[in-house]
């Protein structure tokens, strides 16, 4: 079993429509989660962190926490083209001494 | 305001060469780290820096070495290239590694080809 989960998609949406983009983890211990956002030959950039359980909002995007089902979610309203790009989850583990650990990404499409 | 930054961004070696990936950031962060992305494969850690003077070794440190050289430069070195060390290689640091809530912020990534 990897680490942190995701589907690889792609996942099309028509624009203005909700995205979700879904993650699992197995550390149960983890604390915190991040999103990642990755153009086709660019590098990651935050978009949005969440350490407690429930939704935290940022703009048109929403993170979703719910630990004791071990998975995390990003949903963007009103998606635009331009947020086609590669999603990635990454998981701050707390057992051992390892820094993030990151989901293949889901690749996201949104058609205009 | 320049983050992280990595030299080369392209690099193109025949196998058996050697090459070190440049990385420093001005950010102040304690935390550096080498990953390699693959299609498919996601982000995968070759090695990281909790803090200066230490590293460890990630998922796929085999072929690697890396030097702290001071707070802010991390470089990772390819001793002798093999193809499938073909990849693009991103450097990224943070203000804490273990146990942190802090994220970490990337460099361009270098693109490097072996034949």
């Known amino acids: 079993q990897k680490e942190v989960e995701q589907n690889s998609g792609p996942l099309s949406v028509p624009e203005g429509a909700i995205a979700s983009l879904n993650c699992t983890y197995s550390?149960?211990?983890?604390?915190?989660f991040f999103w990642y956002r990755q153009y086709s030959g660019k590098s990651p950039e935050l978009i949005m962190f969440?350490?407690?359980?429930g939704d935290k909002e940022d703009g048109r995007f929403t993170a979703q926490l719910n630990k004791a089902s071990q998975y995390v979610s990003l949903l963007i309203r009103d998606s635009q083209p331009s947020d086609s790009a590669t999603y990635l989850c990454?998981?701050?583990?707390?057992?051992?001494?390892?820094?993030?650990?990151f989901g293949s990404g889901t690749r996201l499409q949104v058609q205009p | 305001n320049a983050g992280v930054t990595q030299t080369p961004k392209f690099q193109v070696l025949k196998t058996g060469q050697s090459m070190t990936l440049q990385c420093a950031q001005d950010?102040?962060?304690?935390?550096m780290y080498w990953y390699r992305q693959d299609p498919g494969m996601g982000l995968r850690l070759i090695y990281y820096?909790?803090?200066?003077?230490?590293?460890d070794k990630g998922e796929v440190p085999n072929g690697y070495n890396v030097s702290r050289l001071n707070k802010r430069e991390f470089s990772l070195r390819l001793e002798s290239a093999a193809p499938s060390q073909t990849s693009v290689y991103f450097c990224?640091?943070?203000?804490?590694?273990?146990?942190?809530?802090?994220?970490?912020?990337f460099g361009d990534g270098t693109r490097l080809s072996i034949l």
């Open positions: 990224a640091s943070s203000g804490q590694a273990f146990g942190s809530n802090q994220p970490q912020h």
């Open positions: 550390d149960r211990g983890s604390q915190s």
């Open positions: 969440i350490y407690s359980n």
């Open positions: 990454a998981v701050n583990p707390i057992t051992g001494r390892r820094a993030l650990t």
């Open positions: 950010m102040n962060h304690n935390s």
């Open positions: 820096s909790a803090s200066e003077g230490t590293t």
